[in-house]
């Protein structure tokens, strides 16, 4: 079993930065495999935020992000981050790493395999 774990989220004001990672616990399933961010606002539907091909060639960015949030992967350590930057208030959420089935960078839900528990993260005006 596969589990992706999250973990730097927190409560920060607008405008503030925060680097978001994601550890697989087996390299062997995850390195090969295209991975993404997701999130969910309170009373919101789970919502595509960014993705990344299984050799960090290509990326994918929802327009709500695009700009302001980056994804990277380390295969070596098999880390996935999500740094964002310029922070708003309605980027509070809680942020969900996720592995795909596929080695390409998708941004629907369906086509992901594995699934963390998610790191909240809040924005304050």
């Known amino acids: 079993q596969v589990q992706p774990v999250e973990s730097g989220g927190g409560l920060v004001q607008a405008g503030s930065s925060l680097r978001l990672s994601c550890v697989a616990s087996?390299?062997?399933?995850?390195?090969?495999?295209?991975m993404g961010w997701f999130r969910q606002a309170p009373g919101k539907e789970r919502e595509f935020v960014a993705a990344?091909?299984?050799?960090?060639?290509?990326?994918s960015y929802s327009d709500s992000v695009k700009g302001r949030f980056t994804i990277s992967r380390d295969r070596v350590e098999n880390i996935l981050y999500l740094q964002m930057n310029s922070l708003k208030p309605e980027d509070t959420a809680i942020y969900y790493c996720?592995?795909?089935?596929?080695?390409?960078?998708?941004?629907?839900?369906?086509?992901?395999?594995?699934w963390g528990q998610g790191t909240q993260v809040t924005v304050s005006s």
């Open positions: 996720a592995i795909s089935r596929s080695a390409a960078a998708t941004s629907a839900a369906n086509t992901y395999q594995y």
């Open positions: 990344i091909s299984w050799n960090g060639g290509t990326t």
């Open positions: 087996k390299r062997r399933t995850s390195s090969n495999n295209g």
